[in-house]
């Protein structure tokens, strides 16, 4: 079984950034693809970025494409969501998740484990 755990949400001010950082044990981290996605009230979750087991691949929404960038540390089990010029419109739950595929995907199917989530909210 494999656990993820989100930190680094908090309330940031339009313009500002948030570091989100997404802890992974129980496997072998390097062996899974990882994303990350977000859901809003009243909102479906919404696919963001994903990280290729090297992180040598990435992919991005075109919501976030230029303003968020996603990394990750195989060594120290992390993936890392580095969010900049954060909009209102950002703020949500944020979720980390883990992927048996071998290159980024952006289905919620596509995930096989979730963490919890981490509230980001951006004021105006």
């Known amino acids: 079984q494999v656990q993820l755990v989100e930190s680094g949400g908090g309330l940031v001010q339009a313009g500002g950034s948030l570091r989100l950082s997404c802890a992974v044990s129980g496997r072998t981290f390097s062996r899974y693809t990882m994303g990350w996605f977000r859901q809003a009230p009243g909102k479906e979750r919404e696919f963001l970025t994903s990280?290729?087991?090297?992180?040598?691949?990435?992919k991005y929404s075109d919501s976030v494409k230029g303003r968020f960038t996603i990394s990750r540390d195989n060594a120290k089990n992390t993936v890392i969501l580095q969010m900049n010029s954060l909009k209102p419109e950002d703020t949500a739950v944020y979720y980390c998740?883990?992927?048996?595929?071998?290159?980024?995907?952006?289905?919620?199917?596509?995930?096989?484990?979730w963490g919890q989530g981490t509230q980001v909210t951006v004021s105006s």
């Open positions: 990280i290729s087991l090297s992180g040598d691949s990435t």
């Open positions: 998740a883990a992927s048996y595929t071998t290159v980024p995907v952006s289905t919620i199917d596509g995930y096989r484990f």
